[in-house]
């Protein structure tokens, strides 16, 4: 695609562009809804009264078929009879009103029509006014000077839009085959596509934005012809703006820029979602890269995706799910504004292309596709961040409460007290002093993977009193830890900023990943098995070591993430022995939590996600 002016982009081959006058190249809407409510006063009486929206509707028609709509309406509405009668008395006055007004040039119009002259293409105005009117109005509105030709609806045996005879009369004329029609009304587009053309809509006229997107005669649909800007660098996350036609692809190129790590100022007027990913990625292949390709497990709640992307690599987007998971499905299904999820894949592709980088995705988890597209985003995110976003640290002035916390928690049936140590200083320790017929001395050997992974120690002590459950145990030992992480977290937001979510790819069969942002949640999500075979073959029934129950430790999760009001997800691309399989998950959970709870003072004082709860 060429851009123009920076506002517009057409086809490379384009030879000319094809515009229509009323709403695209002038602002007439207005001056329409203004005069022709002063003709009904006059003929008819101040109570007759049209809408800007009743305007809007018939707004592509040609005069005469214009008013004939108008007097009809008025005869239905207002019980006027013989309006249709004043046709011929109204219709010259109109038309004179129009020749002697000097319309608004729309916004970008005159920077477009200069830079596409600049660059030797041809342009010719195609109307649905009369020839003599179109030259008269352009002339008034001082840009008839950038046309080669001007086409109205009064030439012989051509007939009106949306027939496609005035747009392939133009064509001929200027000796163009490759051409771009400019329109904004249902009845503009389908003349356009009906020649063959390339077809750009704008709802600056006859039509807004979403009946324009719903219909099939269009190519490429703007909501203005405002210039196309990024800005972005890294700093304070919370320093974003967006501006494009569709809510959620803005909020997926924030979920983007947040974990990029960058301030953003993001104008984008059309749905060509392909060149804003080319757009977006260029931009981010100009920072510096730190390291040639990284990988990332994106989540939030039960949404999730794992993405690699390598900068060495052809530029390629690779989109797959796991095998549970219906690819084709997935993508044709609607999620909030958008209908299917092509726009977004061809956000990805543009991505790769602008970023000269291998792209892999991989969608893992679907029960919401927000949270699933999300979790795809979020991704692709923290995998960029990992190859460009610089490092740096804030000086560390030592201050116990960000390094140290320690929870205590009473029932009736139980007190738990737990500490965790960054600076470990202390040493890990464990005691559980429960009843004769619970064992749960092995748990130490998880939580000291868990502890060292995730670089802090650990200091349980666990006192039953009226207890002869396993999985209490666990699972109060593990929502203490979460709540005296939290405690930690909390404060190194405040002070420092965090990562707030991490993962851990180092196993080919078990990966995980942890989101803390204020919400409780956590699942299993096999690749190839069966939720059954999950359950019958790691969660249920098994030992792990010698003495600990996998249900138990089912439990545990639980607790861990109501604690740290957390998302916790486990990938299983490979059903391993639960014992090997209940290491490799606390193993990874370690790491997951020393990337959530690293540094990063671009989120200094804010929550780490989003749209987080956590305060």
């Known amino acids: 695609m060429h851009i ?61 078929e214009f008013w004939n709509l108008i007097l009809q309406h008025v005869a239905e509405q207002y019980n006027i009879a013989d309006a249709l009668n004043l046709h011929g008395t109204i219709l010259p006055i109109y038309d004179k009103a129009r020749r002697e007004s000097v319309f608004e040039v729309n916004l970008g119009i005159i920077e477009i029509l200069k830079d596409a002259k600049s660059k030797s293409l041809k342009m010719a105005v195609v109307s649905n006014n009369l020839t003599a009117d179109v030259n008269t109005i352009l002339q008034h ?3 008839l000077e950038y046309f080669d030709l001007v086409i109205g609806n009064d030439i012989e045996q051509l007939k009106a839009k949306p027939a496609p005879d005035t747009y392939l009369f133009a064509a001929k004329k200027l000796g163009c085959q490759h051409c771009v029609v400019v329109e904004d009304s249902i009845i503009g587009t389908e003349a356009g596509f009906n020649a063959g053309f390339h077809v750009i809509a704008v709802a600056t006229g006859g039509t807004d934005y979403q009946a324009l997107a ?19 660098q890294f700093g304070d996350v919370t320093k974003k703006h967006f501006i494009t036609p569709n809510d959620f692809v803005s909020h997926m190129v ?43 497990l994106g989540m939030i709640d039960d949404g999730s995706a794992e993405v690699s992307i390598d900068t060495a690599a052809e ?58 597209w999300e979790g795809v985003f979020r991704a692709i995110g923290i995998s960029l961040s990992r190859i460009f976003t610089p490092k740096h640290l804030p000086s560390l002035d030592f201050d116990k409460s960000l390094y140290y916390s320690k929870v205590f928690r009473g029932t009736a049936e139980s007190h738990v007290a737990v500490s965790v140590d960054f600076s470990k200083k202390l040493a890990n320790k464990f005691v559980f002093n429960v009843a004769s017929n619970i064992d749960v001395s092995e748990l130490h050997y998880l939580l000291e993977i868990l502890a060292k992974e995730a670089g802090f120690t650990m200091q349980v002590e666990f006192n039953a009193t009226v207890l002869n459950s396993s999985h209490v145990v666990l699972e109060d030992t593990a ?17 420092w900023g965090v990562n707030g979510a991490g993962s851990s790819f180092d196993s080919k069969a078990i990966r995980t990943g942890i989101s803390v942002e204020g919400r409780k949640f956590w699942i299993f999500v096999p690749f190839k098995d069966s939720q059954d075979s999950v359950r019958k073959n790691l969660l249920i029934g098994q030992n792990v070591y010698s003495k600990l129950r996998s249900e138990d430790l089912d439990d545990f999760l639980d607790g861990l993430s109501g604690g740290l009001a957390c998302s916790i997800i486990v990938h299983i691309d490979t059903l391993i022995d639960a014992n090997d399989a209940w290491q490799l998950i606390f193993a990874n959970l370690g790491k997951s939590l020393k990337e959530a709870f690293a540094l990063n003072p671009y989120r200094k ?11």
């Not at 515009?19 to 809407?29: E, K, Q």
């Not at 719903?214 to 972005?232: A, P, V």
């Not at 977006?280 to 920072?287: H, L, P, Y």
């Not at 929502?479 to 002070?495: D, E, P, S, T």
């Open 214 to 232: 719903n219909n099939q005669s269009t190519d490429q649909i703007y909501s203005t012809f405002k210039k196309l800007s990024l800005e972005m």
């Open 254 to 296: 924030e979920h983007i820029a947040w974990r990029l790590c960058v301030e953003i100022d993001l104008n984008w007027n059309n749905n060509d979602w392909l060149q804003l990913g080319k757009f977006v990625g260029t931009k981010i292949r100009q920072f510096e890269i730190h390291q040639a390709s990284a990988s990332a």
């Open 315 to 372: 530029p390629e987007l690779v989109l797959n799910s796991i095998d549970n998971l219906d690819l084709d499905w997935f993508l044709s299904t609607r999620c909030e504004q958008l209908e299917t999820g092509k726009p977004l894949v061809e956000l990805m592709q543009g991505l790769a292309e602008g970023l000269q980088a291998k792209m892999q995705v991989t969608i893992c988890s679907v029960e919401d596709l927000h949270h699933a």
């Open 4 to 64: 123009i002016a920076q506002r517009i982009l057409i086809p490379e081959n384009t030879q000319a562009i094809l515009w229509d006058m009323d709403g695209v190249l002038i602002d007439s809407l207005g001056l329409d809804l203004t005069v022709c409510n002063q003709l009904l006063a006059e003929y008819f009486g101040d109570h007759v009264k049209l809408s800007h929206e009743f305007i809007r509707s018939i707004f592509a028609y040609h005069p005469p």
């Open 141 to 143: 509105a001082g840009i």
């Open 605 to 615: 004082g804010v929550p780490p996600g989003v749209k987080a709860t956590l305060a």
């Open 479 to 495: 929502l203490v830890l979460g709540k005296a992480l939290l405690n930690i977290l909390v404060l190194r937001m405040k002070h």
